[in-house]
């Protein structure tokens, strides 16, 4: 992994914890983030899976291999959630 893309698993970290008033609840919802076995690269560096939750529901998967978000769901305007 190269560090210059860091930043950018890290603001969207931010932004998903800062969506909420109180840093592990908002209301009765809680936010979450899980860690999972996403596969190796070509050299045999293992990479990650990061799934981050909301207190809304906004979803958001995003590998350790530059950051790279693989996964956002988030309502559209009848409040519908996709990718």
């Known amino acids: 992994m190269k ?14 914890v800062f969506s909420c008033n109180e ?6 919802k809680k936010m979450s983030i899980k860690k999972q076995a996403f596969g190796k690269t070509d050299d ?9 939750t909301n207190a809304h529901g906004l979803k958001t998967e995003i590998i350790t291999f530059g950051g790279i978000v693989t996964s956002l769901q988030v309502p559209d305007r009848n409040g519908k959630f996709a990718d």
């Open 23 to 28: 840093l592990t609840m908002c209301g009765e």
């Open 44 to 52: 045999g560096k293992s990479v990650d899976s990061y799934t981050l």
């Open 3 to 16: 560090t210059k893309y860091v930043p950018i698993l890290s603001v969207t970290i931010v932004l998903f």
